[in-house]
């Protein structure tokens, strides 16, 4: 599924016009120069040229964010600095800093979507969280679950441009399955308020203290 996306961002054919962008006052004034550090911005350069509702479909399909929420809540963490987020650059050089946003963004334009992107995030977070907690899957089944979508986030980072080697990829891996053999472990003492797992007899040590009252 990954694979294919790859194939599709890789052949992308000349940009279209950006299908989810601002009008009216929501749209920016642009600049006449370019800065040193947007000019130098490579994030998205894999997908140069790939038009948005491409970039879009991709991550409608696999994830709850848009491609402009994507975008936007990476150039929030990028152009951060010590006094706040630079969201003015960011709106006035968009089309210079993601090749697939075709129109400038104003500063609350910027804002609203890195925002959406938080929202999701927490919105997502907590139904994985009740879904790996509710005893509703086995162990094999979220950590099918797990492999899914660690795929898909693997691939959106090197879009990005990050580079994955095969050690940090495995650590990565085994720390999300440690993290989750916790999470399952813990709701399980959550659920039965028990000392010992019902499934396999693990030690949970939930319910141990106070057993006497």
């Not at 990476?74 to 152009?79: I, P, S």
């Not at 659920?191 to 040590?205: F, I, Y």
């Amino acid at each position: 599924m990954v694979d294919d996306a790859r194939a599709r961002t890789d052949g992308a054919g000349s940009a279209e016009t950006n299908g989810n962008r601002p009008s009216g006052d929501d749209a920016g004034s642009g600049s006449e120069s370019v800065p040193d550090d947007v000019e130098g911005y490579a994030r998205f350069s894999k997908i140069d040229g790939a038009t948005y509702d491409r970039a879009n479909e991709f991550l409608r399909d696999r994830t709850y964010v848009t491609a402009r929420e994507w975008a936007m809540a990476r150039l929030c963490a990028d152009f951060r600095t010590e006094t706040g987020v630079e969201m003015t650059k960011i709106g006035e050089n968009l089309p210079e800093l993601v090749p697939f946003m075709t129109d400038t963004y104003s500063p609350q334009a910027v804002n609203q979507a890195r925002s959406s992107f938080d929202e999701k995030v927490r919105k997502a977070g907590a139904t994985f969280l009740y879904g790996a907690m509710c005893d509703f899957y086995t162990a094999e089944e979220l950590d099918d679950v797990m492999y899914e979508i660690t795929e898909v986030a693997k691939f959106l980072l090197e879009v990005e441009g990050v580079e994955l080697g095969v050690e940090e990829e495995l650590e990565a891996e085994e720390r999300i399955s440690s993290v989750m053999r916790e999470v399952r472990e813990s709701s399980a003492a959550l659920r039965h308020d028990e000392a010992h797992c019902p499934n396999c007899g693990h030690d949970l040590g939930a319910g141990a203290e106070g057993s006497e009252d």
